[in-house]
C-alpha cells in the first residue's frame, strides 16, 4: 500500500484528533473556513528569544500549515481565528520543542526522542562502527522517511560520515584523509548529499582541521566533532568543542599524562587557568557541548534516581523497540562507579567536580552552553537529553541557560535559526507544552502535556 504523503498524514491526524481527543475542541461548522489549522490558547510563553528569561502570558499561538502565523498578548482585543483543532493550554508552558544536536542515530532512536518533546536531531557519525552499508546511504535513507512522514520522529539534520587524519582511526563510517588536496574534494562531496554540517575527528593534524573548517565555510557548513586540545582547535577557527576532555589537554597540570589518560583526564586541569580558556571561547562564540550523561553520570547524586527510572520505564511499550541487549544493560550502567576501585573513582569525582566550575564559570559569562547528550545504542533516547539539561543545572547553570542550550543555541550552531529553536512568528511550529514551569524546576521539562511537530499534535495528554 503507498504510504500518504505528510499533506494527507496531516489531514488524516487532524480527523482522527476530531474525533478522539476531548482536550481538542471542534470549532465552528463544516461549512465555515478556517484560517487556521490549529490554535493553542493561554498559556505562559518561554519564546527562548532573550538571552534573559522572558515568560509571556498568552491569549493565543495561531498556526498554519507548519508554521506559526501569530502570537496574540494576553491583553490583546484581537479575537482568535476559528480552526478545527484547539488546545486549551491553561495555565501550562508552552516551549520551542527541544533539539539535540549531539546524536548517533539507531534506527529506534525516532519515535521514542519524539515522545520527549525533541524534535530535531543531529546526527553526527551515521550508522555506528558495525554498520553493514554504506553510511552515508544509511542516514539519508532514515532522513528521507522522516521528512516524507513515512517514519514518525523529530526532523533529522546530518553530517554524514566523519573526516579524520591520515594516522586516525580505520572503521566504515570515518573518512581517513591522506593529504590536504583531498579535502575540498570530499567536503564537496558530502554538500552534494545535503549534509548540514561536518565532523572532524580528534586525529586531524592542525593544518587538515584549518583546512576543513576553511573550505566547510565557503559551503556555509559549521564543522562540529572532536578535537585533541581546545587552544590548538579554536586558534584555527574551531567554534565548537565536544567534550571537556580536549580542554582538560590544553590546561592540564601535566599535559603527559593528559594524553595518556585519553578522555579521562579533567581531573589534571589547573583551576587557575579556567578564565582564561573561558575568555578564549567567548571571544570566538564557541559552543561547548560538555555530554555530561555520556561521561559523569556515574559520579551524579541521580545515578541511582535514573536506574530505577530506567527499569520503570524499559517495561512500557515505547521502549520495545530498543533491541534486548541494550535494554538489559541500561539501568545498571548508571552505576558503573560503584564497582571502581576507589583511587578512580576519587579520580573521575575530582574531574566531575572540575568540569561543574568550568561550565557555571562559562554560563554565567555568557557562554555557549549546549545540552547535547550524546546519545547512542547504550542510552535512551530523548530521556538523556532531558537528564543533560538537569545535569547542567545540577553543576549550577540556570535553568534558563540549560534551556538555551537544547533549543536556540543548537539552532544558532546548526545555521537554521530561521527556522527552529525559539518560538517565533514564521518559523516551523516545534512546541513543548509542559504543565508546571521549568525555570522553578528545570525537571518540569518531562511533565509533558503536548508535543507538536510542524504543526502536527504528536503527543498529547495520556
Known amino acids: 500500500m503507498k504510504k500518504p504523503s505528510n499533506s494527507n498524514r496531516k489531514a ?23 484560517s487556521a489549522d490549529l490554535v493553542i ?42 480552526a478545527p483543532l484547539v488546545i486549551e493550554a491553561g495555565s501550562s508552558y508552552i516551549l520551542p520543542g527541544l533539539i539535540d544536536a ?11 526522542f519524539l515522545h520527549y518533546g525533541v524534535t530535531s536531531l543531529m546526527d553526527t557519525g551515521p550508522c555506528g562502527p558495525d554498520c553493514e552499508e554504506d553510511p552515508n546511504e544509511w542516514i539519508l535513507r532514515h532522513q528521507r522517511a522522516l521528512d516524507d512522514g513515512s517514519r514518525k520522529g523529530p526532523t533529522l539534520y546530518i553530517t554524514g560520515m ?35 554540517a561536518i565532523k572532524a575527528e580528534e586525529d586531524l593534524p592542525v593544518d587538515f582541521r584549518k583546512r576543513i573548517i576553511e573550505e566547510a565555510s565557503k559551503r556555509g557548513l ?69 555530554t555530561l550523561m555520556g561521561r559523569f553520570r556515574f559520579f551524579s547524586e541521580r545515578r541511582f534516581q535514573y536506574s530505577r527510572e530506567d527499569k520503570e520505564l524499559l517495561s512500557q511499550e515505547l521502549f520495545q523497540a530498543i533491541p534486548e541487549e541494550y535494554r538489559s544493560r541500561l539501568p545498571d550502567s548508571h552505576l558503573r562507579a ?8 576519587r579520580m573521575h569525582e575530582k574531574a566531575y567536580e572540575n568540569v561543574k566550575v568550568l561550565l557555571k564559570q562559562f554560563s554565567s559569562k555568557g557562554g ?17 537529553t532531558h537528564r543533560e539539561v538537569q545535569l547542567l543545572v545540577d553543576a549550577g547553570v540556570t535553568p ?19 527556522l527552529i529553536g525559539t518560538v517565533q512568528v514564521g518559523k516551523q511550529a516545534d512546541l513543548l507544552i509542559v504543565t508546571a514551569n521549568p525555570l522553578q524546576d528545570i525537571a518540569a521539562t518531562q511533565d509533558i502535556e503536548y508535543v507538536i511537530k510542524k504543526g502536527i499534535i504528536e503527543r498529547r495528554p495520556q
Open 102 to 112: 549531539h546524536v548517533h542515530f539507531r534506527s529506534w532512536f525516532p519515535e521514542i
Open 162 to 196: 566523519k573526516l579524520d587524519g591520515p594516522d586516525g582511526k580505520t572503521d566504515n563510517h570515518i573518512y581517513r584523509l591522506q593529504s590536504l588536496d583531498e579535502i575540498s574534494t570530499k567536503i564537496d562531496f558530502l554538500a552534494r548529499l545535503g549534509v548540514d
Open 400 to 418: 534558563y541557560a540549560a534551556l538555551l542550550g537544547a533549543t536556540r543555541y543548537p539552532a544558532e550552531l546548526m545555521r537554521k535559526q530561521d
Open 12 to 34: 488524516l491526524v487532524l480527523v482522527f484528533s476530531l474525533l478522539i481527543f476531548g482536550r481538542c475542541s471542534r470549532l465552528g461548522t463544516e461549512s465555515s473556513v478556517s
Open 222 to 290: 559549521p564543522v562540529v566533532g572532536h578535537s585533541r586540545d581546545a587552544i590548538e582547535s579554536i586558534n584555527v577557527g574551531m567554534r565548537f568543542i565536544e567534550h571537556t576532555y580536549p580542554i582538560a589537554r590544553a590546561l592540564a597540570t601535566d599535559p603527559e599524562l593528559a594524553y595518556q589518560l585519553g578522555r579521562s583526564s579533567e581531573h589534571l586541569i589547573d583551576m587557575n587557568r579556567v578564565p582564561e580558556m573561558i575568555d578564549l571561547m567567548l571571544e570566538n562564540q564557541v559552543y561547548l557541548n560538555p
Open 338 to 345: 560503584e564497582t571502581m576501585p576507589p583511587e578512580e573513582r
Open 41 to 82: 490558547r493561554n498559556g505562559f510563553l518561554l519564546d527562548m528569544v532573550s538571552d534573559q528569561p522572558q515568560l509571556k502570558p498568552i491569549k493565543g499561538l495561531v498556526i498554519s500549515g507548519e508554521k506559526i502565523q501569530k502570537i496574540v498578548p494576553a491583553d490583546s482585543s484581537e479575537s482568535l481565528p476559528e
Open 368 to 384: 555557549l552552553l549546549l545540552a547535547a547528550s550524546d546519545a547512542l545504542e547504550t542510552s535512551m533516547p530523548g530521556l538523556w
